[in-house]
């Protein structure tokens, strides 16, 4: 890993030389909250946020997704659609970059999913460590922090007059060389700064979630009353789950008019009671315990079983967002107190 | 579609048969791709299920119902039942339909050579089971005694009527069909298919239940099998469940932490008492 100073005073050189060759997406200011947002200029950025709603996790597995065009109909033609676009992620938080490495495990495997690998791979993902956590924040519940660069190509952290530069592999090499006159060496202060500015921001995080052995817990109260309990307010909107970093359930849906047509897939929710509806009318999860229950599991229990990681970052997008306070910390941290 | 699973081969219609008729109808599209080399290529084993889709209306998850010991098509049995199905049934031969696949695990023929076995089926249920039951007449050498226990509602809701009535005609195969409710000329036994079951009283020894139906068929013939001393690791079945992707991504159709689309449809009753989940 290479370490680097950025002055801040060059940031703007830095992005508009990016902005030159690339696609460039970056934290925007929106209807008062951030989005990610292809950028024209460094000026349009917003860097003072601790997180977007909207989680960045859209720009590689998009809500609404082309998988090919057809001629409607039953003398059909196939169409495939271009997927090599390339592009930086700029002030990408360091949660949210380890959603994307979270998602994709479910998109290699048995299938690989051509294009979510083929998007995170044509995508650079440039973070920028969080300074001030908000008060749902607790990725320091998955031994993760603020300043974690593991699942970054490249991390700026803010430590005064410069950005400290981590540089974890090759293609983040590949963008900071072609601009090795912006960078200079980091010197053991630079990095004795960068832990002061990661440690502070830890210690802002104040809520905590108890996640040891929950996964092997859950096993022991699937049928247990407590999930009724918790289920009891959800309203069922969804929103927790369309703008969890995490969730990577779609549908897939044929979009035509009587000449062309195309098979789209867009985010879906398990908290729709259609998403589970047979034809027959039969519906494994007809009540909302149920859904309730399969997304706290599918974080909690089957993402860990079948690729050995909770499906959870602690961004706290679904705590702040949710219409009637259900809230994830408590929600999990309870699930390993009820008694089997 | 070898680098891209969401993108089907196309395939022509060459034939539809009419199964069932009725309310809830039922038809079996014979399938060939366009592509010669893949036709020839493309090989899967009894339990294996495709999509198939119809261009503007949309994709659905079938068990493949033909035997791969039959060279040069693909079919698969469909109940009109909701948008997709209803859109294929109005299809015609020549007609053009998408289909990716095969997908999902399958039934063990290779490990149940030499067995006896036991195919209860019951409805449109029957068609990964017609699958099975044609690969296993095609290879009848490799296995031990066949019961095949069937029923439907009236004489008029079984399916694959011909293929039955060939099966009736063969020494080395026992056939037998059940209606639920009493119907003039109807020689053979009336009421449901658990019942037949405990009629026809297969042995346990060194044999292997398949069955697949409705779920509350499903249900009882389990029960009445552990009656008759079969094990849960003699008990097989398929699951259906909601499906989009067909490879273990969009999500909907787990049970616990495994995908039916990938890691099923063929269960066995062993597997299923072990992992909980809605279903």
Redesign the interface.
């Known amino acids: 890993m290479d370490s680097l100073l950025l002055s801040k005073n060059d940031l703007p050189k830095f992005m508009t030389e990016l902005i030159k060759k690339n696609k460039v997406f970056a934290p925007v200011e929106s209807n008062g909250t951030i989005i990610y947002e292809q950028i024209t200029k460094p000026s349009e950025m917003n860097l003072d946020f601790c997180k977007s709603e909207y989680p960045p996790k859209a720009l590689i597995l998009n809500q609404t997704e082309t ?2 065009k ?9 169409e ?1 659609v271009d997927i090599d676009e390339k592009k930086i992620i700029f002030g990408i938080r360091p949660c949210d970059a380890k959603s994307i490495a979270i998602l994709e495990h ?2 290699k ?7 979510f690998l083929k998007k995170r791979e044509n995508t650079v993902l440039v973070g920028l460590s969080c300074t001030k956590p908000e008060i749902n924040c607790f990725c320091t519940s998955f031994d993760d922090t603020p300043a974690s660069s593991k699942y970054l190509d490249i991390l700026l952290t803010d430590i005064g007059d410069n950005y400290y530069v981590e540089v974890t592999n090759d293609k983040g090499k590949l963008l900071t060389k072609s601009m090795s006159q912006l960078f200079k060496p980091a010197k053991d202060s630079d990095i004795k700064k960068k832990k002061e500015v990661e440690k502070k921001a830890v210690d802002i995080i104040s809520r905590h979630q108890k996640t040891n052995g929950i996964a092997d817990k859950l ?1 022991k109260i ?2 247990h009353p407590f999930w009724k309990d918790i289920a009891f307010k959800c309203v069922g909107c969804g929103t927790c789950t369309y703008l969890c970093p995490t969730c ?7 979009e ?1 008019t009587l000449t062309k ?1 195309a ?1 789209v ?1 867009v985010w ?1 929710t ?1 908290m729709n009671p259609e ?6 009318g ?1 519906n ?2 007809p009540a909302r315990t ?1 859904r309730v229950r ?1 997304r706290i ?2 974080k909690y ?3 860990p ?2 690729f050995d990681v909770i499906a959870c970052v602690g961004c706290g997008r679904c705590i702040d967002l949710c219409p009637v306070n259900i809230d994830i910390i408590d929600v999990v941290t309870r699930a390993g107190e009820v008694k089997p | 579609m070898k680098d891209n699973p969401y993108q089907p081969w196309l395939a022509n219609i060459e034939e539809i048969r009419d199964e069932v008729g009725g309310q809830r109808p039922i038809k079996t599209f014979k399938l060939k791709f366009q592509d010669k080399e893949l036709q020839n290529n493309f090989s899967y084993i009894p339990g294996q299920c495709a999509m198939v889709s119809l261009f503007g209306e949309g994709e659905c998850f079938f068990a493949i119902s033909s035997s791969p010991t039959k060279k040069g098509f693909i079919e698969v049995s469909v109940m009109k039942l909701g948008k997709v199905t209803s859109a294929l049934h109005d299809l015609e031969p020549g007609d053009i339909v998408g289909v990716r696949g095969p997908y999902g695990n399958n039934f063990d023929v290779k490990g149940w050579k030499g067995k006896n076995l036991i195919f209860i089926g019951g409805g449109i249920g029957q068609a990964p089971l017609r699958s099975l039951i044609n690969y296993v007449v095609d290879n009848r050498k490799d296995y031990g005694k066949l019961d095949i226990i069937y029923g439907a509602r009236t004489s008029k809701d079984i399916s694959y009527k011909d293929e039955f009535a060939e099966l009736e005609k063969r020494k080395d195969v026992d056939v037998h069909l059940s209606i639920d409710v009493k119907e003039e000329g109807w020689k053979k036994f009336v009421g449901f298919v658990p019942d037949n079951l405990l009629k026809v009283k297969p042995s346990p020894k060194n044999s292997i239940a398949i069955t697949c139906g409705p779920p509350i068929m499903i249900k009882f013939v389990i029960q009445n099998l552990e009656k008759l001393g079969f094990t849960e690791d003699q008990i097989f079945t398929t699951l259906e469940m909601r499906m989009k992707c067909g490879i273990g991504k969009c999500g909907r159709c787990n049970i616990g932490n495994l995908y039916v689309c990938k890691d099923g449809p063929v269960f066995s009753y062993k597997q299923l008492k072990n992992i909980y989940g809605e279903r």
């Open positions: 998988l090919f057809f001629t409607p109909g039953t003398k059909a033609k196939i495939s479910a998109f495997g048995d299938y690989k999913d051509p294009y096993d699937f049928e990577h359930c779609f549908d897939i849906q044929d035509s047509g098979r897939r879906d398990c998403y589970t509806l047979h034809a027959s039969y494994p999860r149920n399969n599991y599918h229990n089957y993402y079983k079948n």
